[in-house]
Structure formats: structure tokens, C-alpha cells
């Protein structure tokens, strides 16, 4: 069943992947092209409290780097201003002041590679073309539309007792089993556990205010209902046993809002139960207690260990394990900058689909991809109608078609037998290989390579 769902969710998400790329091959030049969407990740995961950051004190710094907390110069301002005996910064008589936690980027290696299904589309317009087309602009175009993406992560070999915990139901990747086995209850439970909801009775009584979670956002209840301490050490010891108890309570909101009061009784009334499908006979459980079965029973068998994972982009955005999540971002931006893995990946895509990657240009040149392999010819064996082409180009490089045709013709009416003989040798000449036409119109003469002199 797993194993099912799992393929229908890969099958849908590369079929929405090619109906939302962007495969207009017709590109604009560098300086009029959208910028990228770099902050893909800018999100907050809700990690372990291990790895996560305070909110507090916190400043952003460059290219998504965390910048060092600010240190309090001596005799400043602040101090001087302080009552005596108090430390600057504090909030009270002997309460201290709260450092932001170091966050250890994981130490893994990503990579982008495009879908098949992508690569196989984009290959197919490009030989629909017949021009080349620049690959740094074809890499963008997959960039440009995450769902067309996914990410490889791999373990650096340094670290030999790490590995990566995956989710054999949807692909999520985590460093941690307890944060995988938290987003297998969140998302999976309702797979293999049957779902029955039951109507109560409202809560009576005089509610001013209600908790909420200030991690998930869940509304825990009223201070003065008697499941408000029960309902926090289940929520602690389920959902945030990593942290500390009171670090938990030290995070909880207090609402005064009527209309959260309100939502509080329709959620307490409207009681959610579980049972293991397939077993009739089993006692209902809670949702809490549903999730604490889950994890123990079932969800280590949907777990796999490995040193290598391949997770598509869109699920990265969900990862919960900061360090991991922090990792794939810097990697999302490096690619934005320079998208080297995808480049990579597309070479021997492109190659095994027959299409020709080759350079152009002055000093390292422009790598282009072209469905037709280049074949430079000689000008002296070919008739005067090709001649007249292939001189005209080779004095005039980056000419377009109408600049060929005023050049050559320039009395000629438009589809004028004067104009055929212009481009039907051209035509040829391009399914030949003898002239390159690219993307933007331009034509060029492929030149011969110029071997190097042997050393001595």
C-alpha cells in the first residue's frame, strides 16, 4: 500500500511538474530575466529544540548565514543607564540572559537533478527547434520551477556513523528518528489507523483566556479547565520530548481573543478517536495516545537508513531537522548562482537523448545544445547558391535571416523566387550542421578545430 502511494505521488508530482515548467525557449537576455526564487526555503522548520535556534536575539545575516549575536561594548549607553547591580539586558532580579544556540549546518552534499520527464520534454522542443539553445539558460528553466527538481543528499564520507533516515511513504529525510517518526504521525497516521469522530458536550464555564502551542499553533486550553495540565504533558512528552518541560510551558501563548475561547470548545467538543485498521475490537484511543502507538509499533517500520537519498524539491521545503534544512537552502542558493549540478546532469541527459552539446564564443565560450551534430565544410566543392552563403556568413558572424536576405537580395519582394534561393541553401545548410542557428535567430559558420602543436 505504501509502496503504491508512494508511486502515485512521484507519477502526479512529475506530471504537474511539466504542465507548470516554463519551457519557452525563447530566452530573454541576462539582464531581463526574473530574478530566481532564492528564498524557496526562507520558511522556519520546526525542528528539534536541540538544533533550533532561539527567536530571540536573532539577526539574519549574509547569504543566509546566521551573523554573530551583538556584544555590549564596555561603558556603553546601556550599561551606564542600568540600575546598579543589575545586569544590562536583564529582565528581572537574578533571571539571565538568553544566548541564541549554535546551529550546525548537517554535513552532507546536495545536488539538483532535473525529473526525467522534464529533461525528456525539454529535449524533444529543442529538436522541434532545430537551434542551440544556451545550457546555463535551459538549467534556469528547471530552477525557475522547483516541482521540476529534485535534490540528492548524500553523507560526506567524514562522517562515518551518520545517516540519513527516510520516510518509505513519501521520501522525507531527517538526521534524527524522532523527528522523522513526528512527521510520519502528522502526515501517515491516517493510513494505517481508522479515523472516528464523536460530538460532545460544549465546555461550561467562565474562560477569559486559552493556551496555545507556540510551536504548532494548537490551541491547548483554557489555565482553569481541569485537562489544561494534562493536555500540556501529553503535548510535551509526544510532540517535544527533546526539551525540557518548563522550556516547553516557557513557550506557551496565552490568547484573550473570544473568538479562540470559542474555537477551543468546538475542538474539545468534537472528540477525534483512533483504532488500528483491520481491528474492530480494539479500545479507542486518543489522538495522543493514537501518535504514541503509532511511533512505537508501526512507524519503525516505515523507516529506512541510508547514506544516499533523493527527496523532491517541493517535500525539502518541510524538512523539520534544522541543520538538514539549512544544508539544502545554501545549496538552493549555489545553484541559483551557478546551477553546476544541473548543468552536469543535463550533459549526459542531453548526450543519451542524441543531442550535441558544443562552445562558442571567445576565451571558454558559451556551452550550447543543439539537436544537430556540427560539420564544418569546405567552400571551394560546393555550388555558387551555397558559395554565396556560407562567404556572406563567414564576413558577417551573428546575422539573422533578414539581415541575409537584405544583404544578398535587397530589391527581392517578399516570397519572391529571389528570396528561395537565398533560403533554401540556408535551410539545408542548417539541417546539415554547416551553419549554427541559435536560439535568439543568429547564424554562425562552425569552425574547424585548430589541433595543437605536439610538445617536444
Not at 74 to 90: C, L, T, V
Not at 191 to 217: L, R, W, Y
Not at 336 to 358: D, E, N, T, Y
Not at 374 to 394: F, G, N, R
Amino acid at each position: 500500500m505504501s509502496e503504491e502511494k508512494k508511486n502515485e505521488n512521484t507519477n502526479g508530482d512529475a506530471k504537474e511538474s511539466i504542465q507548470n515548467l516554463s519551457l519557452e525557449l525563447n530566452f530573454v537576455p541576462e539582464w531581463a530575466r526574473k530574478p530566481p526564487e532564492t528564498n524557496y526555503f526562507s520558511h522556519k522548520p520546526q525542528g528539534d529544540r536541540r538544533q533550533r535556534p532561539d527567536d530571540r536575539g536573532q539577526r539574519s545575516g549574509g547569504r543566509g548565514q546566521k551573523s554573530a549575536p551583538r556584544v555590549q561594548r564596555p561603558g556603553s549607553r546601556d550599561q551606564r543607564s542600568s540600575p546598579k547591580g543589575q545586569r544590562p539586558g536583564a529582565r528581572g532580579q537574578g533571571s539571565r540572559e538568553r544566548r541564541p544556540e549554535r546551529v550546525e549546518i548537517a554535513p552532507v552534499q546536495v545536488r539538483f537533478l532535473p525529473l526525467q520527464r522534464a529533461i525528456m520534454e525539454i529535449a524533444r522542443r529543442i529538436k522541434n527547434s532545430g537551434r542551440a539553445h544556451p545550457m546555463m539558460q535551459v538549467a534556469f528553466l528547471y530552477l525557475d520551477n522547483p516541482e521540476s527538481c529534485s535534490a540528492r543528499v548524500e553523507i560526506n564520507k567524514e562522517a562515518k556513523d551518520l545517516t540519513l533516515k527516510q520516510c518509505k511513504i513519501c521520501g522525507m529525510i531527517a538526521l534524527h528518528e524522532d523527528t522523522l517518526y513526528r512527521h510520519m504521525a502528522k502526515k501517515h497516521m491516517d493510513d494505517f489507523m481508522d479515523k472516528e469522530e464523536t460530538q460532545g458536550e460544549i465546555p461550561s464555564g467562565n474562560f477569559s483566556c486559552v493556551a496555545q502551542c507556540g510551536f504548532s499553533g494548537k490551541l491547548i486550553g483554557p489555565p482553569n479547565h481541569h485537562s489544561y495540565s494534562e493536555s500540556i504533558q501529553e503535548l510535551h512528552k509526544h510532540s517535544y520530548r527533546n526539551m525540557s518541560l518548563e522550556s516547553y510551558k516557557s513557550r506557551i501563548k496565552m490568547i484573550h481573543e473570544e473568538d479562540a475561547v470559542e474555537k477551543w470548545k468546538q475542538e474539545y467538543s468534537h472528540r477525534v478517536s483512533y483504532r488500528p485498521k483491520g481491528d474492530e475490537t480494539s479500545k479507542p484511543l486518543s489522538q495522543a495516545k493514537a501518535e504514541a502507538y503509532f511511533i512505537r509499533t508501526i512507524a519503525p517500520s516505515q523507516l529506512q537508513e541510508t547514506k544516499r537519498a533523493t527527496v523532491p524539491v517541493p517535500l525539502c521545503r518541510e524538512i523539520d531537522d534544522i541543520g538538514l534544512h539549512l544544508a539544502i537552502k545554501n545549496a538552493w542558493m549555489a545553484e541559483h548562482r551557478f546551477p553546476s549540478s544541473v548543468i552536469s546532469a543535463l550533459r549526459g541527459a542531453f548526450s543519451s537523448k542524441g543531442l550535441i552539446i558544443f562552445k562558442a564564443g571567445k576565451g571558454r565560450g558559451v556551452t550550447f545544445v543543439t539537436p544537430t551534430a556540427l560539420s564544418p565544410i569546405k567552400i571551394e566543392y560546393v555550388v555558387d547558391a551555397i558559395k554565396e552563403v556560407l562567404l556572406y556568413l563567414q564576413e558577417h558572424p551573428g546575422s539573422s535571416r533578414t539581415d541575409l536576405v537584405k544583404e544578398l537580395r535587397p530589391d527581392a519582394k517578399p516570397d519572391s523566387e529571389q528570396i528561395k534561393e537565398i533560403l533554401s541553401p540556408l535551410c539545408w545548410l542548417i539541417e546539415r550542421g554547416h551553419i549554427i542557428e541559435f536560439f535568439d535567430g543568429t547564424l554562425s559558420v562552425p569552425m574547424k578545430k585548430t589541433s595543437k602543436p605536439k610538445k617536444r
